[in-house]
């Protein structure tokens, strides 16, 4: 369960973003990642980013995780 | 399998060859055990080099007297119970959390730390009682929500917590020289918090190699490759492949959250005993949200069933298919220990990856040469 999810930040204000999940859009706290911005790249786990990453360590890990079905992104609570 | 994926297991052929002994690795985390099953990459391995699980799961660590406490608790008309999922179906003396929310009580499922702090807000008149699981990745979330429910002046959260810490458990694991261990697959995202800095003192009081690597198995396999070139210099450090995600020092506000709310603790991990300094208390000044100060909770004893080899699972001791419950009494749909319940147990892993009748010779006691 320490598995992080890669996501695209498409909204940031005060602390809260949305992250784009492969088309599935959550709200996430941002409060351990306060200087990502709108466009970055992020690792989420359990509703919070904890690491800014590359777009192209974010789309392998993807791939892999759309490969093996390891990830399931769920709705979140708010 | 890829070109690259390939290439790298021929190099750890090499790297092994070289090593000339047999070598036994250990992953820390459930993901990366998942991975490594999943891949066939244990299959794959070198015959000299073998990979076991370690205590890196955490609904598999919890300890059994936590789960019994959070049921008592979700027996209160006065307490809902918020969890993640995978604590569920972990069996306690009398029962699991899914059985007494059939049987009446309140416990409600979350996938965010979040998502306790909205039950505590759209029940004012009750307490919600969050059962904490999880290593550094996830603790800081739950230290999150304790600072937001202190800010909004919030008082019916309570935190019943399970968090530990993964380096604690490691150098016990080495200390304690049950199994013979060469070297730690470090986790990713745990790492992504502590940093790589954090396992130096594995390295530096029991010389072993330490390798950070994220879970596909690509850098499962690179991981692996970095070890058993260590084993074969004897020259053991921390290395991280992980490169461009995990660093040093680790997120610098992830820990502060860390410091701020909890301070360590000894605490009990199943298969392992009390371990000092592994667990993440609350802060005094956080008490008022510690659901143990709160409902005067008297932990007691773990009581789990003796034929369950669980605890010696999670330490590397044995396979999974050499304890009498696996695959008969225990199984996924039908769990008795807690490495069948989650995901990312390694019972659950071999039941659903591993080929019938496969079997490793156990380099456990001192089985390495």
Redesign the interface.
């Known amino acids: 369960?320490?598995?992080?999810v890669p996501g695209r930040v498409v909204e940031s204000h005060g602390g809260e973003a949305v992250v784009d999940f492969h088309g599935n859009r959550l709200q996430i706290?941002g409060?351990?990642?306060?200087d990502v911005a709108t466009g970055d790249w992020v690792?989420v786990?359990?509703?919070?980013s904890?690491?800014r990453?590359?777009e192209r360590?974010a789309l392998?890990?993807w791939d892999?995780l759309a490969q093996?079905g390891?990830a399931a992104i769920?709705?979140?609570?708010? | 399998m890829n070109a690259k994926a390939t290439s790298l297991l021929d190099e750890l052929r090499r790297a092994s060859d070289q090593a000339g002994r047999r070598v036994q690795l250990m992953e820390v985390?459930?993901?990366h055990t998942?991975?490594a099953f999943?891949s066939g990459i244990r299959s794959l391995l070198p015959e000299n080099v073998r990979l076991v699980s370690g205590p890196?799961?955490?609904?598999c660590v919890t300890a059994q007297r936590h789960i019994d406490a959070v049921i008592e608790l979700a027996a209160r008309d006065d307490v809902l119970v918020a969890t993640?999922g995978?604590m569920m179906r972990v069996p306690g003396r009398r029962g699991s959390l899914e059985q007494a929310r059939a049987a009446g009580a309140r416990v409600h499922v979350?996938?965010?730390?979040?998502?306790a702090l909205?039950l505590a807000r759209e029940h004012p008149r009750e307490t919600v009682v969050f059962l904490a699981?999880?290593?550094e990745?996830?603790a800081?979330?739950t230290a999150?929500i304790v600072l937001e429910a202190e800010r909004s002046e919030l008082t019916n959260l309570s935190v019943l917590s399970c968090h530990k810490v993964v380096v604690p458990a490691m150098l016990a694991l080495l200390a304690a020289g049950d199994v013979a261990i060469d070297g730690f697959l470090c986790?990713s995202?745990?790492t992504?918090?502590i940093g790589w800095d954090a396992y130096r003192p594995v390295v530096r009081q029991f010389h072993k190699p330490c390798v950070v690597a994220?879970?596909?198995?690509n850098q499962i396999l690179r991981g692996l490759l970095h070890l058993v070139r260590q084993i074969g210099t004897s020259r053991p450090r921390v290395e991280n492949v992980y490169q461009?995600?995990v660093n040093g020092h680790g997120?610098p506000?992830?820990l502060a959250?860390l410091q701020r709310v909890f301070v360590p603790g000894d605490t009990t991990w199943r298969g392992l005993g009390a371990i000092p300094a592994s667990g993440l208390e609350l802060a005094s000044g956080f008490r008022r949200y510690d659901a143990v100060w709160r409902f005067g909770l008297s932990l007691g004893e773990d009581h789990d069933n003796p034929c369950c080899r669980c605890g010696d699972v999670i330490k590397g001791n044995i396979d999974p298919d050499a304890c009498p419950l696996f695959g008969s009494a225990c199984t996924p749909l039908t769990p008795i220990g807690p490495c069948m319940v989650?995901s990312?147990g390694t019972c659950a892993a071999w039941f659903k990856y591993r080929p019938p009748g496969e079997r490793e010779v156990s380099l456990a006691q001192g089985g390495v040469s």
């Open positions: 369960m320490c598995l992080a706290c409060v351990m990642t306060p690792l786990h359990a509703g919070y904890i690491t990453v590359s360590d392998a890990t892999y093996s390891i769920e709705e979140q609570d708010p | 985390c459930g993901t998942v991975s999943r890196g799961c955490p609904v993640y995978d979350i996938n965010s730390a979040r998502g909205r699981v999880g290593f990745t996830t800081p979330a999150a986790p995202h745990v992504v918090i994220d879970f596909e198995p461009g995600v997120n506000f992830a959250l989650s990312e």
